[in-house]
């Protein structure tokens, strides 16, 4: 059996709960056979934290998927899980794909769609000595609504964050809240 550290999914309902104002109508579908009631636990205790006054529905699936593990509903807003061969990750929010691993710094920049977004952004990182460790984006379609997914081997500054914000055709830009493996032991 292939060696997958759940785990992760305290960090990823971490960051949820950190993108999210507020957890309210949630909805965990577990769509894995394997590690059911383990995932949820974890990713729960990630999502709720400190306060589990506010509860998540957990629904499960019969199908059998490959990498897919879970599906969590907040609202109008929808995050995929998956894993490979050695760790869990967010795949897809709302419509766009994406990768964000529980350990990830980064940025999360919603924009109209537009040739060189990607330059854009990544010359305000490298003017701050930020190094790109991958960058993905997705878009609805051509010229509409997109998302860049830059993750970066550091934290990102809100300095670096409020200049990418004044490029014209950036509608959001949010900064992944940093990983910290010390509260997982906790």
Known sequence: MEMVHYSGFIALGRLIRYLEEQISEATLNILTHEHRE??????IEGLLGPSPDRTVKIETSSGEYTNEIAILQIGKNKYRFEKDHHEV???????????????AHGLLVYHTDYPGVIRDVSRILAENQINISSMQVSREQKGKNALLVSLTDEAI??????KIEHIPQITKVLSLY??????ETA
């Open 178 to 183: 940093p990983h910290n493996p010390q509260e």
């Open 89 to 103: 990750f967010i795949s897809r929010m709302n419509d766009y794909s994406c990768r964000i691993t529980p350990d």
């Open 157 to 162: 500054p809100e300095s670096v964050t409020a």
């Open 38 to 43: 383990e995932i949820a636990r974890k990713l």
